[in-house]
Structure formats: C-alpha cells, structure tokens
C-alpha cells in the first residue's frame, strides 16, 4: 500500500500494440483507486518479444520492490518473470488475454513454432486469475491447450485444462459509452459530419451505401477477401461507397495497392486517419461497417462503428456471432474466397434494401461500454488481489 492507502499494482504491457495500448491506458485513468506503475515494450519483432521479454525487463528497479497486484497482457513471460524475480512471484497476478497464440493464423512467412503457446500456456497457469476478452477466445484457449496436451509424448499432467477454466472469466476491452440508440438506423442522407465536407447522395434518395472496413493493414484482417467482395459488388453495379480506415505498416499486403487502383472511383477514404477525432467521424457517417478478418479475438472496431450506429456485416468465424447474433454474419466459406465474397455482397445488399426502406437495425452494444465495464474491472482486481478463489464469467 502507498502512504495514501491505494494498493500498489505494476503492469506489464510487452506488446504495447494499439489495442493492448488503449486498454492500459484507460484501465489506468478508470480505476483511480489503485497506485498503477506501468513498463511497456514497444511492438515490433513478434517472436524476440513473446519469448525475450524477462531478458529485456532483466535489469528493472521496479522488479525488486513489493506489489499489492501484478497484472500483464498476454505477450508477457509472466512464469519466467515470477521465476526470476522473487517480489514478483510473491505478489497476486491478474493475466489479460488480448489474444491467444492457439488461435492466432500463421501467414505464409513465418515458421511453425510452439514458443509463443508455451508462454501463453505457462503464464496462464501461473496466474491468480486469467481474463479474456471474449467467450471465442477464453474457448480457443482451452481447447488450444487440450489439443497440444494431446500430441505430447509422455509425463502429461492431468487437470491442467480444467485448472486453467476454474480460474478463466470473460471481460471483454471497453469502448467508449455508446450514445444507445439501437433499433432502427434513419439514414441521413446530407451528413454535415462527413469529413472534409464530404457529401454523398444518400441511400433515401438511390444514392450510395457507404461502406467502412476498419483493420491493421495485415494478412490476418484479410485483404484478399475484401478485394474480392469489392469485384463481386462491381460485378452486381451496387451502389457503394468505401472507406477503408486502419493502420498501414512497411509490409502492407499487395491486395491494398489493386484495391486503390482498380477501385478509386469507389473509395471515399483510403489509409489511416490523421487523428482519433476524424476516424470517429468516418464511423459515425458510414452506413455499414464491413469485416473480412480471419483473426479477430474482440473487434474493437467493429463495435466502435456500432456504437457510432453502422449496421455489422460480419463473416461467421471468431469472435462476431458472439458480439450480435446470426442476424449480422455472412457465411464463412473457408478458403472459397469467391463464394464468400458473394455471400457478404448478399448481405451489403440487404442491408442495403433495409436501410431504403427504413427497416436497418442497429444491434446494441451497450454492455461494451465503460459505464457497465469499469466496475467489473474494479471488482476483479479487488478479488485477485486478496486471492479470491470465487471466480465469475461476466
């Protein structure tokens, strides 16, 4: 405890990536109860920082001083860590599962490799408590884990899987209190918002839907899929507009570049926005928000443009039957990428019809907020910290 009586907590971030990053920072500012220190890793060069972290941390001040709470992100070497320093191994720890590398797809140019698994596995299991963001997750998790205890060898301990599940809950990243409005999407046809005064016919009066794809400029966001489902719109003549919003890095997938060559005409935003404050605006004018990942653990972005009133139009894998039911999902066609692109220009194109005719429903996502969230984050610090054993799925 500080002089002032708030517990002392360190948290670990190893991966500081967006969303790992925004999830630090506003569990920081939203539990004021609690005298947070935070040490971070910048986030490049996956492998050296799943497995290297303890080394890189290996000369921390803060490692020898005593904690009321310990809290890393799932990038971290939490069982190395306690086992190399022993004020951590003394104080509780919470582990928040961003993602897990049991369910994580292998692109092309990397190397099979069961290190990034073990982490996870052996932090995990040397946690107090384990938090996923999601049921997809904490579920891929676990049978993760169950699937790799089955290949190996000899000398498999039984109950770790059913260990791991007494101590897993879902809580999902908050967003930002939506305005909750759901129900019926009136689509205003002359949106003073639009960026840079945009302006665009409306769909009232037969003009465009406009269309938002909101991801990392990586191959597990899927680009070939969105590549295709834009020519299967063209193929129809459907009426759209896009804007493909998110962050570009140095190796951008080849499909971004064909996308804005053969498809300029159709593009009302094409890269990253400068600020925070104009994305929110492109979520708030568009009229769809479109997925095609192949990893997603939460979709933060998807429910960020739900919140500002897009309607989902999801594939049906990962996480998204989760977040709104089957009323927004398109059917996962696995490696048929032309079939599935057909099967989400269907459903733009309904979603479309619904918008003309007053009858676009806009699910809720209240329960995403930081209103509903942020007490429950504070409820489970508090019970990890005095090791409670009462666990909970929220």
Same mark, same amino acid.
């Given at each position: 405890?500080?002089?002032?009586?708030?517990?002392?907590?360190?948290?670990?971030?190893?991966? &500081?990536?967006?969303?790992?990053?925004?999830?630090?920072?506003?569990?920081? *500012?939203?539990?004021?109860?609690?005298?947070?220190?935070?040490?971070?890793?910048?986030?490049?060069?996956?492998?050296?920082? *799943?497995?290297?972290?303890?080394?890189?941390?290996?000369?921390?001040?803060?490692?020898?001083?005593?904690?009321?709470?310990?809290?890393?992100?799932?990038?971290? %070497?939490?069982?190395?860590?306690?086992?190399?320093?022993?004020?951590?191994?003394?104080?509780?720890?919470?582990?928040?599962?961003?993602?897990?590398?049991?369910?994580?797809?292998?692109?092309?140019?990397?190397?099979?490799?069961?290190?990034?698994?073990? !982490?996870?596995?052996?932090?995990?299991?040397?946690?107090?408590?384990?938090?996923?963001?999601?049921?997809?997750?904490?579920?891929?998790?676990?049978?993760?884990?169950?699937?790799?205890?089955?290949?190996?060898? %000899?000398? !498999?301990?039984?109950?770790? !899987?059913?260990?791991?599940?007494?101590?897993?809950?879902?809580?999902?990243?908050?967003? &930002? &209190?939506?305005?909750?409005?759901?129900?019926?999407?009136?689509?205003?046809?002359?949106?003073?918002?639009?960026?840079?005064?945009?302006?665009?016919?409306?769909?009232?009066?037969?003009?465009?839907?406009?269309?938002?794809?909101?991801?990392?400029?990586?191959?597990?966001?899927?680009p070939d899929r969105l590549?295709?489902?834009?020519?299967?719109?063209?193929?129809?003549?459907?009426?759209?507009?896009?804007? *493909?919003?998110?962050?570009?890095?140095?190796?951008?997938?080849?499909?971004?570049?064909?996308?804005?060559?053969?498809?300029?005409?159709?593009?009302?935003?094409?890269?990253?926005?400068?600020?925070?404050?104009?994305?929110?605006?492109?979520?708030?004018?568009?009229?769809?928000?479109?997925?095609?990942?192949?990893?997603?653990?939460?979709?933060?972005?998807?429910?960020?443009?739900?919140?500002?009133?897009?309607?989902?139009?999801?594939? &049906?894998?990962?996480?998204?039957?989760?977040?709104?039911?089957?009323?927004?999902?398109?059917?996962?066609?696995?490696e048929d990428i032309e079939?599935?692109?057909?099967?989400?220009?269907?459903?733009?194109?309904?979603?479309?019809?619904?918008?003309?005719?007053?009858?676009?429903?806009?699910?809720?996502?209240?329960?995403?907020?930081?209103?509903?969230?942020?007490?429950?984050?504070?409820?489970?610090?508090?019970?990890?910290?005095?090791? %409670?054993?009462?666990?909970?799925?929220?």
């Open positions: 405890m500080t002089a002032t009586g708030k517990p002392r907590v360190l948290l670990l971030s190893a991966y &500081d990536a967006g969303s790992h990053q925004r999830w630090r920072r506003q569990l920081v *500012i939203s539990q004021p109860a609690f005298d947070w220190h935070c040490l971070t890793l910048p986030p490049r060069h996956f492998r050296w920082r *799943i497995r290297g972290n303890p080394l890189s941390w290996f000369n921390e001040p803060l490692f020898q001083a005593r904690w009321d709470l310990l809290v890393a992100t799932s990038m971290v %070497d939490l069982a190395t860590l306690r086992g190399l320093f022993p004020a951590l191994a003394a104080a509780p720890a919470l582990l928040y599962m961003h993602e897990n590398q049991f369910a994580y797809p292998v692109s092309a140019g990397q190397h099979a490799s069961l290190d990034p698994q073990m !982490v996870n596995l052996y932090a995990a299991l040397s946690a107090d408590r384990v938090l996923f963001n999601s049921d997809w997750n904490r579920v891929s998790f676990l049978q993760g884990v169950q699937a790799l205890l089955d290949t190996l060898p %000899d000398a !498999v301990p039984s109950g770790v !899987v059913e260990r791991l599940t007494a101590k897993s809950s879902v809580l999902p990243v908050p967003i &930002d &209190d939506p305005h909750d409005r759901p129900g019926v999407r009136p689509f205003n046809a002359d949106n003073p918002h639009l960026p840079w005064n945009h302006r665009r016919g409306g769909v009232s009066r037969g003009g465009p839907v406009l269309i938002v794809w909101a991801a990392r400029w990586e191959y597990d966001k899927a590549l295709a489902i834009m020519r299967e719109l063209e193929r129809r003549g459907t009426d759209y507009r896009m804007c *493909i919003l998110g962050e570009r890095f140095r190796n951008a997938p080849v499909e971004f570049e064909t996308i804005h060559e053969e498809f300029s005409h159709r593009l009302d935003q094409f890269g990253h926005a400068d600020t925070r404050e104009e994305y929110l605006q492109w979520l708030g004018c568009a009229d769809l928000v479109l997925s095609t990942a192949i990893h997603e653990f939460q979709g933060l972005a998807v429910l960020e443009a739900v919140a500002k009133r897009c309607i989902p139009v999801l594939p &049906d894998r990962q996480v998204y039957p989760e977040l709104f039911g089957r009323h927004y999902v398109y059917r996962d066609c696995g079939a599935e692109a057909i099967e989400a220009a269907n459903m733009i194109e309904l979603q479309g019809r619904k918008l003309r005719d007053g009858t676009g429903e806009v699910p809720s996502v209240r329960d995403f907020g930081e209103a509903v969230l942020n007490e429950k984050y504070k409820e489970v610090l508090g019970q990890t910290m005095s090791r %409670d054993t009462s666990q909970r799925t929220f």
